[in-house]
């Protein structure tokens, strides 16, 4: 596979979002694993490009780094930017709720920091051919993983009026959705839809002027939830974030940066779950067993700063949370 039809360098082309601060809240796991003698291992379930995986392994000497990647050509584009760090490294083809399994699988016992970047990377919006982009005609495809599973044509083409309209309204958040499906529906029994511009005409076609004068771009909710749907996005992070605060050794931190309410949402719950006391309301006494496992390290969602979205534009959206293992039961 051609690793990119861009020629720029992969670190012209990507800078990563909140970079500085997600690795002042990575810093203390990777520091409490240096102060007990071991090498800290830290796993970024959404490698990309590779900038925040470069920026840990230059910050951090003794760090071993996990990269995961369903996108073979963000492994590819990836493992040529860490090729210097290649003694501390493992990249791996696999979704992000597999975590669990892929550092069982390479020896480690446990990890001491993880981030998520969520959404669609920068090489999946820059590949005009990827058909992520609603700016862009290209084939309707959307999968992060070109190797498997159903494209967003297969799904807008071959799913009746009801499910097209779940999942537009459940995972676009988008209040025209009933319209949108029909207006799909009719227009593929005159021809089957199968570029993201035909896909862009049949949602402008119903979506009024002013809501999208005030909304952005009439396209831009739908595209994201049928993105959601082609991806089994909240799915997998229903499954990833237990999984990987599972894996957690204690001091071990984990940083999620979310881009939509529904991303953030599930974050949130597994966060707080962790983070509460399970002892009965009024007990007198909290046993063991029923203290908290974890430390929320922000308050609500951190937003980026000003100065961040100038720096990178696609920072504007992004959303973070952090927790640490504060305790592990045996």
């Not at 990249?91 to 969520?118: N, P, R």
């Not at 862009?200 to 005030?214: G, K, L």
Request: aromatic share 4%; with cysteine; glycine share 6%.
């Amino acid at each position: 596979m051609p690793v990119s039809g861009e020629e720029r360098p992969t670190s012209e082309r990507h800078i990563p979002v909140l970079k500085d601060r997600c690795l002042n809240l990575l810093a203390p796991g990777i520091e409490r694993a240096n102060a007990e003698n071991r090498r800290a291992v830290v796993v970024d379930c959404t490698l990309g490009m590779g900038g925040h995986s470069e920026a840990i392994l230059q910050r951090f000497e003794n760090v071993h780094l996990i990269g995961l990647d369903r996108d073979e050509q963000a492994l590819a584009l990836a493992g040529a930017r860490l090729e210097p760090f290649a003694d501390r490294i493992d990249l791996v083809h696999a979704v992000y709720d597999e975590i669990a399994d892929v550092v069982q699988d390479l020896g480690f016992t446990g990890i001491d920091g993880v981030l998520f970047d969520l959404g669609v990377s920068s090489l999946q919006l820059d590949e005009r051919e990827r058909g992520f982009a609603y700016s862009y005609d290209a084939p309707l495809d959307m999968r992060m993983d070109t190797s498997v599973g159903p494209t967003a044509e297969d799904l807008v083409n071959d799913l009746d009026r009801g499910e097209l309209q779940r999942i537009i309204r459940q995972w676009g958040e988008e209040k025209f959705a009933g319209r949108i499906a029909s207006a799909i529906v009719q227009q593929r029994q005159d021809a089957r839809i199968s570029t993201t511009a035909q896909l862009v005409e049949v949602i402008r076609s119903v979506v009024p002027a002013a809501a999208a004068r005030n909304s952005g771009h009439p396209a831009k909710r739908t595209f994201q939830a049928l993105r959601i749907a082609v991806n089994e996005e909240l799915d997998v992070l229903e499954r990833a974030i237990p999984s990987s605060m599972g894996a957690l050794n204690v001091g071990g931190r984990i940083v999620v940066m979310s881009y939509h309410s529904l991303e953030d949402k599930i974050t949130k719950r597994f966060f707080v779950q962790g983070s509460t006391s399970s002892a009965p309301p009024g007990f007198p006494v909290e046993l063991e067993e029923h203290k908290a496992e974890f430390k929320v390290l922000t308050k609500g969602t951190e937003k980026p700063s000003e100065q961040e979205i100038a720096e990178n534009p696609r920072a504007a959206s992004a959303r973070l949370r952090a927790v640490e293992r504060i305790l592990k039961r045996s």
